[in-house]
């Protein structure tokens, strides 16, 4: 079983591209988990079809009888099983909390299996509950979305360094398994994320050009994948599912110093 993790900022595009990925990858055949680890517990909309699925926080909250496996994984396109962890109530409680709560409770009702697990996790903050992914031998395989802006890169590199800092404990099996670029249509903006990752001791697997079909689909509530299989964006995805398949490039991170981020930034900037 391998486990992924993709990691990035807030609307960066981790949840397109992993429900995309797990679709491709279930249209291969794969057995796919995709867990929301977001507290916007949209993660998985697009594979069940713009349905809202219970997230683990509020079942647990409301606490009407022992969680079973059918009342926290539901099963959307190409039979990719869809987990959303949720988050707090506004103001109240830690935001890390829900992914806690939802691993405990997975591993209590033995429902971490499959061929793929894909944990789709919000990186702002790489802390507590949203470091626990790459904690405790769970995900391996370490993935930043980043786009060429440099808030973006700014938050990969940030989990760079919780990825080398996890990396240092010699029972820590996480790695940092490449860049995924997702564009926001920048200049150059491949070459800067391409050379980001080789900075960082690592590679970009995929370049995701920001595309209108992602939209479209969007609008459609379907993932790329499901809405048109025979776009070139498509093929995009279902070529970076390959790779990831094929992947074992798998490194301890050297993140930037902050100095030295910027630079590389601004020097596309200026070009
Ligand atoms: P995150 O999960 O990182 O918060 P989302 O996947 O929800 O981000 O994406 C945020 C917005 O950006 C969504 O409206 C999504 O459709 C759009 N988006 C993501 N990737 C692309 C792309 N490659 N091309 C066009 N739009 C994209
Ligand atoms: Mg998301």
């Known amino acids: 079983m391998r ?8 609307g960066i595009g981790k949840s397109t591209t992993s429900a995309n990925l797990s679709a491709a990858w279930a249209d291969k055949g794969l057995d796919v ?8 517990h949209d993660s998985t909309r697009m594979l069940m079809h713009g349905r809202v699925i219970p997230t683990v926080l509020d079942l647990l909250r409301e606490q009407k009888h022992d969680l079973i496996v059918s009342d926290v994984i539901y099963t959307g396109y190409s039979g990719v ?9 506004p103001g109240i409680g830690c935001a890390g909390r829900g992914i806690i709560a939802t691993f405990q409770l997975l591993e ?3 429902a971490l299996r499959g061929d793929l697990i894909v944990y789709d996790v919000l990186g ?8 626990m992914p790459m904690r405790e031998g769970y995900a391996k395989e370490v993935y930043l979305v980043t786009s060429g802006e440099l808030m973006s890169l700014y938050a990969a590199n940030n989990i760079a360094k919780a990825i080398s800092r996890l990396s240092a404990n010699k029972r820590s099996q996480v790695r940092l398994a490449g860049v995924i670029g997702n564009g926001k249509n920048i200049e150059c903006e491949e070459e800067l994320v391409s050379e980001f990752a ?9 370049f995701i050009p920001r595309s209108k079909t992602v939209t479209q689909a969007e609008l459609n ?3 790329v994948i499901d809405y048109a299989p025979a776009s070139s964006q498509a093929e995009v995805y279902r070529s970076c599912a390959d790779t990831i398949l094929l992947n074992t490039e798998f490194s301890i991170p050297t993140p930037l110093s902050i100095d030295d981020l910027e630079s590389l930034a601004y020097r596309y900037l200026k070009e």
Do not use: H, N, W
């Open 108 to 110: 209590k009702l033995g």
């Open 221 to 223: 509530k379907k993932t």
């Open 81 to 89: 099983r869809c987990v959303e962890a949720g988050g707090p109530e």
């Open 198 to 206: 080789d900075a960082i001791g690592s590679q970009m697997v995929a």
């Open 33 to 40: 988990l995709q867990i929301g680890c977001d507290p916007k």
């Open 124 to 131: 702002d903050v790489v802390c507590g509950g949203f470091a």
């Open 3 to 10: 486990q992924i993790a993709l990691y990035g900022k807030g």
